[in-house]
């Protein structure tokens, strides 16, 4: 039997093609396809943000201590001046002023360091958040991850830019980030009472300390000690805002990662304006 393709060859095959065939068949035939390699890069991926928010929530908690702290030397030293009729320093003995002195000190001195501490975990936090975020809803995230931290270190515009990176994390993280009603539901007013809190008491705190500098008489010292009175009552509010800020947004987080998304009834046209209401 000849070959069934050449037809001059004996067939040798059970498909009735002879070695020629079949080697020029087998020569002839594309190589196989390669596997696919995976594309490299950073892939967004949910982290639970509760822990950092309980240690957030706990050093807020040390900065109120330490603003109640700087209130009791801030009074004890302002009844000092409370006197109308003591006019000048003679009037009050040396041994007292040195005291409220060194309490206002102590008041300082204990504030910094927890103030620092307070930042760098809340940093942390907001990092984390901003991470899952990507997860969420990454289209409406105007800013890159590392802009939940750099924008803090920015003069001037670190008075709006965070609070800008905040509305998008917010915005995501609610169940349906793209829902009209959703928004409404879970509406944003315990951020912008934070971030209102938050930036009174650094601009009035900044305006209060460089009036207690600057006090020579008296007069114009009681006038400081209440400056610096209100700036602590400020960032005492503050601080109270901002745990519920991350309380809320740690919240909200957890249980849209532990329940999944609501579906979105909203039209896909009408959708990616309604998140940063």
């Known amino acids: 039997m000849l070959c069934a393709n050449c037809g001059t060859q004996k067939a040798t095959t059970g498909e009735g093609l002879c070695d020629g065939c079949v080697i020029a068949a087998a020569n002839s035939a594309p190589p196989p396809r390669a596997p696919a390699v995976p594309l490299s890069g950073p892939t967004a991926v949910l982290r639970s ?26 009074f ?10 003591s006019e000048g320093f003679t009037a009050i003995a040396a041994e007292e002023i040195d005291r409220a002195q060194t309490q206002l000190l102590w008041s300082s001195q204990i504030y910094t360091p927890v103030v620092v501490a307070t930042a760098v975990v809340f940093l942390v936090w907001f990092f984390r958040v901003r991470r899952n975020a990507d997860v969420f809803a990454p289209d409406l995230q105007r ?19 965070p609070r800008g990176v905040a509305v998008d994390v917010w915005a995501a993280s609610r169940r349906d980030p793209y829902g009209l009603e959703t928004a409404k539901r879970e509406p944003k ?6 971030w209102t809190a938050w930036v009174a008491s650094l601009l009035y705190g900044r305006f209060a300390t460089r009036r207690y500098g600057a006090a020579e008489g008296p007069a114009d010292i009681r006038d400081a000690l209440d400056q610096l009175v209100v700036a602590d009552l400020l960032d005492i509010t503050a601080a109270v805002l901002a745990i519920f800020f991350v309380r809320a947004l740690t919240r909200m987080q957890h249980l849209k990662a ?6 979105s009834t909203e039209p896909p046209a009408t959708r990616l304006d309604v998140g940063r209401m």
């Open 258 to 263: 532990t329940t999944g998304p609501a579906v």
């Open 76 to 85: 004890r030293s302002r009844g000092l001046w409370s006197d109308p009729a």
């Open 49 to 74: 943000p509760v822990g950092l928010s309980y240690a957030v929530v706990a050093l807020l908690g040390a900065v109120i201590a330490a603003d109640c702290f700087s209130l009791f030397a801030l």
């Open 143 to 161: 800013r890159g991850p590392g802009w939940a931290i750099g924008t803090w270190f920015i003069p001037i515009a670190n008075l709006w830019m």
């Open 189 to 194: 007013l315990v951020l912008d009472l934070w």
